[in-house]
């Protein structure tokens, strides 16, 4: 079974593991306790909206809140608000509980928290419920190139 996300991933040639597990609700929680992974090196792939037609990927660890005032400052904007469900599926390609920030749908810049390049190993979503990705944080950043900053 393959992902944009995984198919994305391929290309670049990224070294990951794919992590399966019986998706019953979604959340960093359930997918993290499913799979017997912790919950500070699960991360959650948050669609923002920045205003004026631009979003950005939030990439926080699973136990904590995004900090949307932290969010908007560290993306030089005055305020920044989630993304309703709809919006974020449609900019990513994927459904909600399954949004991966690899191969989405539209090009969108990611800003991860700095606390999860402390972790050896993550796991974040792989464009599909019950998929998850097991890499190393600095993979992600450097794929994504993403901005690392104090989000949460």
């Known amino acids: 079974m393959s992902t944009r996300a995984i198919a994305y991933l391929k290309q670049k040639k ?3 593991d794919v992590v399966k597990y019986d998706h019953q609700e979604k959340g960093a929680e359930f997918a993290a306790k499913a799979v017997g992974f912790s919950l ?12 004026q037609d631009c ?3 939030a990439l926080t660890p699973g136990h904590r809140q995004l900090d949307l005032k ?3 400052r560290s993306c030089g904007v005055k305020r920044a608000a989630m993304a309703d469900t709809p ?3 449609r900019l990513t390609g994927y ?3 399954g ?14 928290e700095k606390s999860l390049l402390d972790c050896d190993r993550v796991l974040i979503n792989a464009g599909q419920r019950g998929t998850m990705l097991e890499m190393a944080p600095a993979d992600i ?3 994504l190139k993403a901005q690392v900053a104090e989000i949460v």
């Not at 500070?40 to 205003?51: C, F, N, R, S, Y």
Request: charged share 15%; hydrophobic share 50%; net charge positive.
């Open 14 to 16: 990224i070294p990951f």
């Open 141 to 143: 950043v450097s794929t």
């Open 87 to 89: 919006t974020a599926e």
């Open 40 to 51: 500070e090196a699960t991360i959650k792939t948050l669609v923002v909206d920045l205003g």
């Open 95 to 97: 459904l909600v509980g």
């Open 99 to 112: 949004i991966s920030p690899f191969g989405t749908r539209q090009r969108l810049s990611a800003v991860m």
């Open 70 to 72: 932290k969010l908007a």
């Open 55 to 57: 979003h950005v990927l």
